[in-house]
């Protein structure tokens, strides 16, 4: 589940825009890859970089899973190797950050603690694989408005203790005595994702609800993917218009590691 990020020698740079929610971004000059794209033909020396790239845009936009930042970290990885310019991971994670506060962590697409703005990674390679079902209400989320909503009343933001419990069940019960402090704010100004959080908490066997992000993506966290599975085939017959997609967070990393 997610985007698909492909590229090829070219004359000059150039970003193709296809897929489901392709065509919000079709017309888009600054999209986050070429925006990184450039600044890593500036890191390197090369000025921009001639590459022929295309986007095959599976996830919803503004839905707060990090797709674009995500589309940004393969196309630097790719466009590293195909041009063969040989920075190293550090060399990439510093050009990331052009496209935000996430760049770095969704850039290495593996499970870390982040602290500071998220300029503080620290790797965590004890997380299980986790059993999910997210659904998105086709309400977009923009990102600043529910940053703005929750200056006005922010909270401390600390770094909790690891779980003691490592299986999923013990992760999965140990955040649910965490927190997302942008879940407030963007439920407000977006009263679709509430919906969503309140249907997800309908479906048995789901263990764990919360917001993705800043929204407007909900999530539902379970035992198996066969519970996952008919929580999905009962969201999406309840409410056909949302995206529903059940998947397997942190499996990339995990498969990556053996």
């Known amino acids: 589940m997610g985007d698909v990020v492909s590229l090829a020698p070219a004359e000059r740079l150039s970003l193709a825009v296809t897929g489901p929610f392709g065509a919000a971004l079709g017309g888009d000059p600054d999209n986050l890859i070429l925006k990184a794209l450039r600044a890593l033909g500036e890191a390197a020396g090369i000025g921009e970089p001639t590459l022929a790239v295309t986007l095959d845009k599976r996830l919803p936009i503004a839905a ?33 950050r052009v496209v935000g506060a996430d760049g770095p962590m969704c850039l290495r697409g593996r499970s870390a603690w982040a602290e500071g703005i998220g300029d503080r990674l620290t790797d965590e390679p004890r997380l299980p694989v986790l059993h999910a079902l997210l659904v998105n209400p086709g309400a977009p989320s923009p990102t600043g408005a529910v940053y703005h909503a929750y200056d006005v009343a922010p909270r401390q933001a600390d770094r909790p203790k690891p779980p003691t419990d490592w299986s999923p069940a013990g992760v999965a019960d140990w955040l649910g005595r965490q927190r997302n402090d942008l879940e407030a704010p963007a439920v407000a100004l977006t009263p679709a994702i509430g919906v969503a959080l309140d249907v997800l908490r309908d479906q048995a066997g789901a263990r764990l609800v919360r917001m993705s992000g800043s929204g407007a993506t909900a999530f539902a966290l379970f035992d198996d993917a066969e519970a996952a599975g008919r929580a999905a085939e009962a969201v999406s017959a309840a409410r056909p218009s949302w995206w529903v997609s059940p998947t397997a967070l942190n499996a990339t990393h995990v498969k990556a590691s053996d």
Do not use: H
Request: proline share 3%; no cysteine.
């Open 64 to 96: 707060g899973l990090g797709g674009g930042s995500s589309d940004a970290g393969t196309a630097l990885r790719l466009a590293n190797t195909a041009l063969d310019l040989g920075l190293d991971e550090p060399g990439l994670e510093e050009v990331s």
